[in-house]
């Protein structure tokens, strides 16, 4: 069974920083391509961005929204994906999940095949 | 940007009953397309991907229809546990979701 553990989330002030986690197990996660989508609450789905395995060259891509502020990163060796957050601003309120990508066909895959509980990380002064 | 229009926003039907969810694209996705399903408190579930075709473990109920611009989610018959909120989600450029359609118990 996949199993994805989100941590890392709280209360930041805007302009600040926070990086959050994502333990996973159940798969060979070295060949997974990850994403995080987010959601405000009350609102619908975000995509954020996506890394895909060092096998398929490990880049990364953004959402428009957060391009430039947010990084996605990965440690195969301890089977943990990252999204450190910078320059955090009140809109980037939401939940935010880790969620694997499958069901690959040419030459992408759709983002949200497993999902882990989400964290939560509040923007306010 | 793809822009993924979900209608109704509600619908409001009783266990037993058939449902009948729209997601229209504002350009051509293929058949690049995805259903959610998300209830309160919880994180989404993949129903349907490549409009379709049926994730692991997602019921027969489940059905999806369509190409291009215009795709169609069908729960055959609604169980208790299917009254939740259904997402698509597009894959063809990039990913947009749509707002979401509620199914909620009339």
């Known amino acids: 069974e996949v199993q994805l553990v989100e941590s890392g989330g709280g209360l930041v002030k805007p302009g600040g920083s926070l990086r959050l986690s994502c333990e996973v197990s159940g798969l060979t996660f070295s060949v997974a391509w990850m994403s995080w989508v987010r959601q405000a609450p009350g609102k619908g789905l975000e995509w954020v961005g996506r890394?895909?395995?060092?096998?398929?060259?490990?880049?990364?891509d953004y959402a428009a929204p957060v391009k430039g502020r947010f990084t996605i990163s990965r440690d195969d060796s301890k089977n943990t994906l990252y999204l450190q957050m910078n320059s955090l601003a009140t809109e980037d309120t939401a939940v935010y999940y880790c969620?694997?990508?499958?069901?690959?066909?040419?030459?992408?895959?759709?983002?949200?095949?497993?999902w882990g509980q989400g964290t939560l990380v509040t923007v306010s002064s | 940007e793809v822009v993924l229009t979900q209608s109704p926003a509600t619908l409001s039907l009783s266990p037993g009953e058939r449902a009948t969810l729209s997601c229209r694209a504002s350009q051509s996705v293929s058949i690049y397309l995805a259903w959610f399903q998300q209830k309160p408190g919880q994180a989404p579930r993949l129903l349907i991907y490549d409009a379709s075709n049926r994730a692991t473990g997602i019921p027969p109920r489940f059905s999806g229809s369509g190409s291009g611009t215009d795709f169609t989610l069908t729960i055959s018959s609604l169980e208790p546990e299917d009254f939740a909120v259904y997402y698509c989600q597009q894959r063809s450029n990039w990913f947009t979701f749509g707002g979401g359609t509620r199914v909620e118990i009339k």
């Open positions: 890394i895909k395995s060092k096998s398929d060259g490990g880049t990364t």
């Open positions: 969620t694997t990508d499958g069901y690959c066909s040419g030459i992408s895959c759709y983002s949200g095949v497993d």
